[in-house]
C-alpha cells in the first residue's frame, strides 16, 4: 500500500537540484578515465582524478551522474529525508542528485552538527555522489573526516546532550592538481613551484583516505 503511493510522487515530481550538464557520451576524451569511471559507478568505487588544469577532471566527474543508475523508490525516499532534515530542497525524484562542497566549507556544514544536529554536505550524498574538487585546497582536518563515513557508511556527531548519526554512504569523486601551481609533471608548461611544496600539498590526503579510494587516474594530455 505504501510503495503504490509512493512510486507516482517519486515519477511526477522533477528534481530541484542542480543536475549535470555535461552527457557522459559526449566526452570524446581520456578514454581510460572514462573507462575506469565506468566502473566506479557500476561498483560504487571511490576515485581520485590528478592532472593540472584543462585536463578534463571537473567535465568527467560533472558527468558522472548521468551513467549512474536509478535509486530505488525506497532510497530516493531515504535521500529526500536526509534533505527535508537539512532543511535544503530537492524534489522526489530516481535520478541520483550530486552533491559539490566548495573546499572552504565549515567543518559543520560538512560534517553535519551544529546546536540543533542536521546531515552535513557527506550525508547529503548518501547513495549520490559526493564531488571533492580541487582536493588538494581542502584542509587536512576536513579531509580526515571522511574516513569515518568511507569505512562505515554512516557519520556519528556527538554534543553534549544527544549523539545522532546520519546515513553517509556515497561515491566519492576527487579532482586534484599535482601540485600548487597545477603542473607538476606537465609536458606542457613548468612546474614554479619548489620540492617542498609539492610534497605538502600531495601529503593533504592522508594514507588512510588514498586506502579507501579504489581508483587513483593520472590523466594525461589529449
Do not use: W
Not at 4 to 18: C, D, K, M, Y
Not at 19 to 34: L, M
Not at 82 to 99: I, N, S, W
Not at 192 to 211: A, D, F, R
Request: neutral net charge; aromatic residues 8%.
Amino acid at each position: 500500500m505504501f510503495e503504490g503511493f509512493l512510486s507516482p510522487v517519486i515519477i511526477e515530481q522533477a528534481p530541484t537540484h542542480e543536475q549535470p550538464e555535461t552527457d557522459f557520451s559526449s566526452i570524446r576524451v581520456q578514454q581510460q578515465a572514462k573507462r575506469a569511471l565506468e566502473i566506479a559507478a557500476a561498483g560504487g568505487h571511490h576515485t581520485l582524478l590528478i592532472g593540472p588544469p584543462g585536463y578534463g577532471k571537473s567535465m568527467l566527474a560533472s558527468a558522472f551522474s548521468s551513467i549512474m543508475s536509478d535509486l530505488a523508490q525506497e532510497e530516493a525516499l531515504e535521500v529526500y529525508s536526509l534533505y527535508h532534515l537539512a532543511r535544503e530542497k530537492q524534489g522526489m525524484t530516481l535520478r541520483p542528485p550530486y552533491r559539490q562542497p566548495h573546499h572552504s566549507a565549515s567543518a559543520i556544514s560538512f560534517i553535519g552538527g551544529g546546536t540543533y544536529p542536521k546531515p552535513g554536505e557527506i550525508s547529503l550524498a548518501h547513495r549520490v555522489i559526493l564531488f571533492l574538487d580541487e582536493l588538494g585546497e581542502f584542509s587536512r582536518k576536513t579531509l580526515d573526516m571522511l574516513r569515518q563515513p568511507m569505512e562505515s557508511g554512516e557519520v556519528t556527531i556527538s554534543r553534549v546532550k544527544q549523539t545522532v548519526s546520519y546515513p553517509a554512504s556515497f561515491t566519492l569523486i576527487a579532482a586534484t592538481n599535482p601540485c600548487p601551481c597545477g603542473y607538476y609533471g606537465s609536458h606542457e608548461r613548468y612546474c614554479t613551484c619548489s620540492s617542498k611544496q609539492v610534497t605538502n600539498y600531495q601529503l593533504k590526503v592522508s594514507g588512510p583516505i588514498l586506502e579507501r579510494l579504489d581508483f587513483v587516474l593520472s590523466l594525461q594530455s589529449s
